[in-house]
Structures are given as structure tokens and as C-alpha cells.
């Protein structure tokens, strides 16, 4: 009891002094941000002015398992002269092989109590209204990446360029979510692939922010 009491009255202090600083951190930083923003913000303005606006050219993804928490991954997109390169770096999957991969129209990653985790994202991507197929194929969803094979040790590497995306205007992946499935995607199976579970999920965020 006078143990604790005395440990306690040692730690304080420090939780004090820590909670202090922790604090002058936080405040530190949203001073930046704002002096950032504002400068930013005097940027912007005189970008609007020359007539040159400010363009979004990458986005990143980062991938979670709910069912997994050894999975990563990253997707990452850019965009080129006339179309965008995705490129998917994942680790730590469990089963090797195929895993459909997708762009899917709403950037909402969440779990579900009853297992059935990411259905939040909605379906592939479709702003043509094509049917699903796999990125060969002529006509086939703007989120349709095909497949990422996924080595024995877990990990998995995938670039597509697509014509169907593009950083800025409606087709732009950012907002919108990466997930990633337990099994094959067949590539004619509609409008799914029947491509199994929703095994990760990461949101498309504007990267960077310096807007150059
Ligand atoms: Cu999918
Ligand atoms: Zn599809």
C-alpha cells in the first residue's frame, strides 16, 4: 500500500511534466498548421490570380486487415500524361496466390461486429457503367485492378496504368477505397469477380499537399 502510495507520488511529476509538454507539442503544431495554411492559403490566391490552379497529381492508400493485423500495404497513385499509375506493395498476407484487387467507390474502411468487415466501401468503382471484368478486357469497371499474386512469403507487388482514372475531376481515385479480397478474382463474375471476402481496405488521400 505505502509502496504505491509513494510510486505514485514519484511518477506525478513526470505524468505532469510529460502531460505539459505533450501539450505545448500540440499547441506548437496547430500554431504550424495555421501559419502553414495561411501560407498556403496566400499561394493559393496568387496561383487563382496567374490562372493556374492548384492540381492533386498522387494519392496514396494505406491498406488495414481487420481480421489481420499483420497485413500491410501501401497503393499509391500518379498521375501520368494521360492516365494514372497505381502501384500496390502489400506484406504479410496469409495465403499465397491470386487476391482480387479494386477500386471501390466509397473511401469507408470500416469494421463490422459481425465479421463482415468493409462492405462500407460499396461496390467497384464504376463511373462508365461497364461490367466487371479484369483489365485486359476491353470494357471493365475503372476500379477493376485484376489480380495481385501473392508470393509464399506473404508479400505482393502490383503496378496498373489505367486511362479510366485520373487525379483530378470525377474519375479521381482520391476519397474512394483500395480493398483487397481473400480469393481470385475470375474476372467475369458479376459485378463482383466473386473475388470472396474483403480480407484489407485502406481511403485514397491526396499525398503530400505541397501541390506542385
Ligand atoms: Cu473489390
Ligand atoms: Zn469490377
Given at each position: 500500500m505505502t509502496r504505491t502510495r509513494t510510486h505514485r507520488r514519484w511518477i506525478s511529476p513526470v505524468v505532469a511534466a510529460v502531460s505539459i509538454l505533450a501539450l505545448a507539442a500540440s499547441l506548437a503544431a496547430v500554431a504550424g498548421a495555421a501559419g502553414a495554411a495561411g501560407a498556403s492559403g496566400t499561394a493559393a490566391t496568387e496561383k487563382a490570380k496567374a490562372g493556374k490552379p492548384k492540381k492533386v497529381e498522387?494519392?496514396?492508400?494505406?491498406?488495414?486487415?481487420?481480421?489481420?493485423?499483420?497485413?500491410?500495404?501501401?497503393?499509391?497513385?500518379?498521375?501520368?500524361?494521360?492516365?494514372?499509375?497505381?502501384?500496390?506493395?502489400?506484406?504479410?498476407?496469409?495465403?499465397?496466390?491470386?487476391?482480387?484487387?479494386?477500386?471501390?467507390?466509397?473511401?469507408?474502411?470500416?469494421?463490422d461486429p459481425a465479421g463482415k468487415h468493409y462492405t462500407s466501401a460499396g461496390g467497384h468503382f464504376n463511373p462508365t457503367a461497364a461490367q466487371h471484368a479484369c483489365r485486359e478486357a476491353t470494357a471493365h469497371h475503372a476500379?477493376?485492378?485484376?489480380?495481385?499474386?501473392?508470393?509464399?512469403?506473404?508479400?505482393?507487388?502490383?503496378?496498373?496504368?489505367?486511362?479510366?482514372?485520373?487525379?483530378?475531376?470525377p474519375n479521381s481515385p482520391i476519397g474512394k477505397a483500395v480493398i483487397l479480397h481473400t480469393g481470385e478474382d475470375d474476372c467475369k463474375t458479376q459485378p463482383t469477380g466473386n473475388s470472396g471476402g474483403r480480407l484489407a481496405c485502406g481511403v485514397v488521400e491526396a499525398a503530400g499537399g505541397g501541390g506542385h
Open positions: 498522387s494519392g496514396t492508400a494505406t491498406l488495414e486487415s481487420a481480421d489481420d493485423p499483420k497485413l500491410s500495404g501501401t497503393v499509391t497513385f500518379t498521375q501520368l500524361a494521360d492516365a494514372v499509375r497505381v502501384v500496390v506493395d502489400v506484406s504479410g498476407v496469409d495465403k499465397p496466390g491470386q487476391h482480387g484487387i479494386h477500386l471501390h467507390e466509397n473511401g469507408k474502411c470500416d469494421h476500379g477493376d485492378f485484376g489480380n495481385i499474386e501473392i508470393k509464399p512469403d506473404g508479400s505482393g507487388h502490383l503496378t496498373v496504368v489505367t486511362a479510366m482514372l485520373s487525379l483530378g475531376g
